[in-house]
């Protein structure tokens, strides 16, 4: 963390605990609004209107004085008042974890680096929002990547300190040294990691069924009963799909032991192509299908940007380091348990949110103690 002083001066110790409290109380205001954000964001709501919170049943927008932090999530035993449908135990999380994030950032900045506090309240209110959409719908929205980046470039403008100088330009440039260092190292990560692992073959001991049926804009793949959505399975116009099909029949024609090769927009057969906008459905039987795939998703990168904008360059080697030993930590676990599964569930940006916070409230001083402890002193 920046290590430039900004003194509140010396005030009676009743002030520090009137300003934490008002930190953990801010938090789990804020928080209310992340639990917003979380659930409007990546449904393509607007966090602005409706303007106020409404239930996610009945869709009965709460009064302010049903509303209060914290408090009327337990007073009303997670429930809503209007149709008594339950509340997920996340709301009350959120405006919880929140708070003690404020909290503290509180008591890791003040007194002499107060000021600083209210980028790193910016900084870890974005950490929220993204982990809980990434962790429910694997996606990180723009808003929270790009628009974080851009505001951790015009706070460093604004407050030097937080790149650890005095001059706004040199702040700026630093902040953006940050932010295109978290995106490039991310990037080249994602580009090796596309190249070592960027398909998945999966072979079957008999013939599986499959569809893929139209809906809407996208589409539906049922394989062996499992259901997925297509567009999850192309992030590349230049990604592709192989069936080794014993049959497969579309538009009305047949064929047999042959290969389908689908792109997201299109499918080739025995050197002829359809167009999938125009077709409503294909089906068939298959032995082996090739799944193409990434080692991370764009919005992690563009997370990493958005990290380095405001901790900077250092935070992002940092950061990407923990928050791949983390994710190996995990990994082994869900092994040992007999869970692998879950790791092949948990994205990659809330590993990076952790990362993040562990250089904020202690990173430079953990870089400094394994460097004390790799390096002794000669005796």
Excluded at 14 to 41: D, E, K, P, Q, T
Excluded at 80 to 86: L, P, V
Excluded at 148 to 177: E, H, R, Y
Aim: aromatic share 16%; net charge neutral.
């Amino acid at each position: 963390m920046a290590r430039a002083v900004l003194s509140l001066g010396s005030v009676p110790q009743i002030y520090f605990y009137l300003f934490a409290a008002f930190a953990f109380i801010l938090g789990a205001a804020i928080g209310s609004f992340l639990n917003v954000c979380i659930y409007r964001m990546p449904r393509d709501l607007s966090v602005n209107e409706p303007k106020r919170s409404f239930c996610p049943s009945c869709k009965y927008q709460i009064p302010w004085y049903r509303n209060l932090p914290l408090f009327s999530w337990l007073a009303l035993r997670g429930k809503c008042a209007n149709c008594g449908a339950g509340i997920s135990f996340r709301y009350f999380g959120v405006e919880l974890l929140t708070g003690l994030l404020f909290l503290a950032v509180w008591l890791k900045v003040s007194p002499d680096q107060w000021l600083l506090a209210f980028p790193y309240w910016v900084l870890v209110s974005l950490f929220v929002v993204a982990t809980f959409i990434d962790f429910e719908f694997f996606i990180i929205p723009d808003e929270i990547t790009w628009g974080g980046a851009v505001a951790g470039a015009l706070l460093s403008f604004a407050m030097p300190p937080l790149m650890g100088v005095d001059s706004n330009l040199l702040a700026l440039m630093w902040s953006l040294i940050g932010g295109a260092t978290g995106y490039l190292l991310l990037w080249g990560v994602v580009e090796l990691g596309k190249k070592a692992f960027g398909k998945k073959r999966i072979s079957f001991d008999k013939q599986e069924a499959f569809t893929w049926t139209r809906n809407g804009e996208d589409a539906e793949l049922i394989v062996g009963g499992e259901t997925q959505l297509w567009s999850e399975f192309f992030a590349r116009e230049t990604d592709r799909m192989l069936m080794t099909c014993s049959e497969i029949e579309v538009a009305g024609e047949r064929f047999t032991d042959t290969t389908a090769e689908f792109h997201y927009n299109r499918v080739s057969i025995a050197g002829k192509q359809w167009e999938l906008i125009k077709l409503d459905t294909l089906s068939g039987k298959l032995t082996e299908i090739v799944i193409p795939r990434e080692a991370m998703g764009f919005g992690d990168v563009k997370f990493m940007a958005c990290i380095g904008a405001f901790l900077g360059w250092k935070a992002v080697l940092f950061t990407v380091m923990s928050a791949s030993m983390v994710g190996a930590v995990v990994g082994i676990l869900t092994i040992v348990l007999g869970k692998r599964e879950w790791s092949t569930k948990i994205p990659f940006g809330p590993y990076l949110a952790l990362g993040a916070l562990i250089w904020l409230f202690s990173g430079p001083e953990l870089v400094d103690w394994y460097w004390n402890l790799a390096n002794p002193p000669e005796l």
